[in-house]
Nanobody, 116 residues
Framework: QVQLVESGGGLVQPGGSLRLSCRAS????????MGWYRQAPEKQRELCAT???????NYLHSVRGRFTISRDNAENTVYLQMNSLSPEDTAVYYC??????????WGQGTQVTVSS
């Protein structure tokens, strides 16, 4: 089992920045991939960014160049630095961990609202 606890969401003006954090606990040694997904109202959940235990990253096209995912393996934490935020980035952001046996674990979600 893996438990994920997120923090860092909130309200920000367009053009602003936020940093999300997600700390993992439990059977951490089995985590292969960590990432961030988001779900806007009445839309499907979509992948924002992922990072493997080796540091390889993948981004949703619309966030590439604005969002940066990073991972601190010593602290079992993954971060999402979000810059140049726009109202289209408003969503609930979920931390995800993929273990080497193919199981997905999810955090509780943190709301990000971009509005003036």
């Amino acid at each position: 089992q893996v438990q994920l606890v997120e923090s860092g969401g909130g309200l920000v003006q367009p053009g602003g920045s936020l940093r999300l954090s997600c700390r993992a606990s439990g059977t951490i040694f089995r985590i292969y991939n960590m990432g961030w997904y988001r779900q806007a109202p009445e839309k499907q959940r979509e992948l924002c960014a992922t990072v493997t235990d080796g540091g390889s990253t993948n981004y949703l096209h619309s966030v590439r160049g604005r969002f940066t995912i990073s991972r601190d393996n010593a602290e079992n934490t993954v971060y999402l630095q979000m810059n140049s935020l726009s109202p289209e980035d408003t969503a609930v952001y979920y931390c995800n961990a993929l273990t080497d046996d193919g199981r997905h674990y999810w955090g509780q979600g943190t709301q990000v609202t971009v509005s003036s």
